[in-house]
């Protein structure tokens, strides 16, 4: 069952989706990774998404949609089951051990510094090498969307 | 004496919190920001709407095409060029995530990590101006 008809309300409840992951995110005191989840997926892969429901042709809309079918039962089976076993190992795994086992490795005046300060400290010295690579990656993937836009 | 008690814990707790709002203290600004930024548009029409309503008509409501009668779809087929703009724009704000961080620390780190930065952003000043030459900026 689809609750929006038109394709671009869809694409913009999931931008409201992605807002509100990163606000998760702020929550759980990583104020660094709630701002990248605001830039990355709102910012750059929902517009993408949205660009894409785009090229859909707009006048093709699901006027009268049936709104229950068999494959939706099979499909709110299968997801209410995932939900619940979710809920249970949630609920059973003990996280105070498992955060007090991972403890980062000491950085000079660590908690002078904020969240972002340290990542930016990691990805300079720490990983390096992959920063590089990113650059690389990105510039990749440039070429190749030009690449394929010119034939 | 209960009536006392509750009255001076109440007393000091709020001493301890002067003014803030609900949850997340350091985030007060962000929340009077989000707060009077959302309500002044909602505002803003609400005075409108009851100040002067709105009749619907179906003359009001047709699309207005320089005085003639509105032709064909209002909806135009999309270009592939809108999606390229969209790309490289993604391109680079991507590589602005990734400046961020450099930019929070640049003041502990030394020298070198300043010419590692360099060379990412050389490799992707090559990229743009690759883009550039082989006309994906093009508008028309």
């Known amino acids: 069952m689809v ?4 394709p671009i309300y869809s694409a913009l409840s999931l931008g409201l989706v992605l807002v509100c992951i990163s606000l998760f995110y702020i929550l759980s005191n990583s104020h660094f990774v709630a701002a990248a989840q605001l830039f990355i997926y709102v910012g750059a892969i929902n517009v993408l998404i949205l ?4 090229f859909m042709n707009g006048s093709e809309y699901y006027k009268d949609f049936n709104l229950w079918t068999i494959g939706n039962g099979l499909t709110s089976l299968v997801c209410t089951s995932i939900l619940v076993s979710l809920i249970t190992t949630i609920l059973d795994t003990s996280w ?15 908690d002078l510094l904020s969240n972002s300060q340290q990542i930016g400290i990691h990805l300079a010295i720490d990983f390096f090498l992959p920063f590089e690579f990113i650059s690389i990656i990105l510039l990749v993937a440039l070429i190749g969307a030009i690449v394929v836009d010119r034939q | 004496m209960n009536s006392r008690s509750k009255r001076l814990i109440r007393s000091i707790f709020h001493i301890h919190r002067s003014s803030s709002m609900f949850l997340l203290y350091e985030y007060d600004i962000f929340w009077a920001f989000l707060i009077i930024s959302s309500a002044i548009p909602i505002l803003a029409f609400l005075i409108s709407g009851v100040l002067a309503p709105v009749k619907k008509d179906p003359e009001k409501l047709s699309s207005y095409e320089s005085g003639i009668e509105p032709m064909g779809d209002a909806w135009l ?3 592939i060029r ?4 969209a790309l490289v724009f993604v391109v680079f704000y991507v590589e602005t995530v990734f400046l961020y961080p450099w930019a929070m620390s640049f003041d502990v780190l030394g020298v070198p990590v ?3 930065a360099f060379i990412f952003v050389l490799i992707l000043i090559v990229g743009s101006v690759y883009a550039w030459r082989k006309g994906a900026l093009e508008w028309s």
């Open chain 1, 3 to 6: 609750l929006l008809t038109n």
């Open chain 1, 51 to 54: 660009f894409a429901v785009m």
């Open chain 1, 96 to 110: 105070y051990r498992i955060i007090w086992t991972t403890r980062s490795n000491q950085i000079i005046e660590q």
């Open chain 2, 77 to 79: 087929q999309f270009r």
């Open chain 2, 82 to 85: 809108y999606y390229m703009f």
């Open chain 2, 114 to 116: 300043f010419i590692e």
